[in-house]
């Protein structure tokens, strides 16, 4: 009997190959050679689901945006306003290996949707998501006395995301020995001027 393969298990697979690849290696070194090899697959096998190194990182792009998004669902649950920003906010700051080692998958990703539409289009899409969170939760804040500042929501919600993207490379560039990188502090400091 033929064994039965579970695709979109397999796919996962590859990404979380990939993703140790790139956080040892870096994207340009890392090969689909390697990613075959980390993920105990044959060179070949990786064709079929990702025929190039280019649409697997689309995928795995695809992939970090929806884990963290489903980490952010679970921490936002039953929360609003500001305890709902900084939950928002904890998730997608680079706080750990997981979170950094996903940063070490999207900044070549932003790399590459530079010079390329369909790749930028999905970056735009995913940050217009977080900015509608970001200005949602800023407005129920405000709503609720939480936020007094006279600068629009509109603003604070570029600002904060601004500073949860460069935390990322932040994060993906700090020296291994450098671990506390204080941005729970920012994010505080962010909050407190709000």
């Known amino acids: 009997m033929p064994k039965i393969v579970d695709h979109d298990e397999r796919r996962l697979e590859l990404v979380d190959a990939t993703w140790r690849i790139i956080a040892r290696l870096g994207i340009e070194s890392a090969t689909m050679r390697q990613i075959a090899m980390e993920a105990g697959f044959a060179n070949g096998a990786l064709k079929p689901y990702f025929p190039t190194k280019d649409t697997l990182l689309e995928f795995a792009f695809g992939h970090v945006f929806n884990r963290t998004n489903q980490r952010i669902g679970a921490i936002t649950e039953g929360k609003s306003g500001l305890a709902a920003l900084r939950a928002f906010c904890l998730e997608v700051l680079p706080l750990d ?25 999905i970056h735009r899409e995913s940050m217009e998501q977080w900015l509608a969170a970001i200005r949602r939760y800023l407005a129920e804040a405000r709503q609720a006395g939480g936020v007094s500042t006279a600068v629009a929501d509109a603003i604070l919600a570029n600002q904060l995301l601004n500073m949860l993207l460069g935390a990322q490379v932040l994060a993906a560039l700090a020296s291994e020995d450098r671990t506390d990188l204080g941005l729970e502090d920012q994010l505080e400091g962010f909050l407190a001027l709000l």
């Open 97 to 121: 290996e997981e979170r950094v080692n996903e940063a070490r998958i999207v900044i070549p990703f932003w790399q590459k949707a530079i010079n390329d539409p369909q790749k930028a289009g």
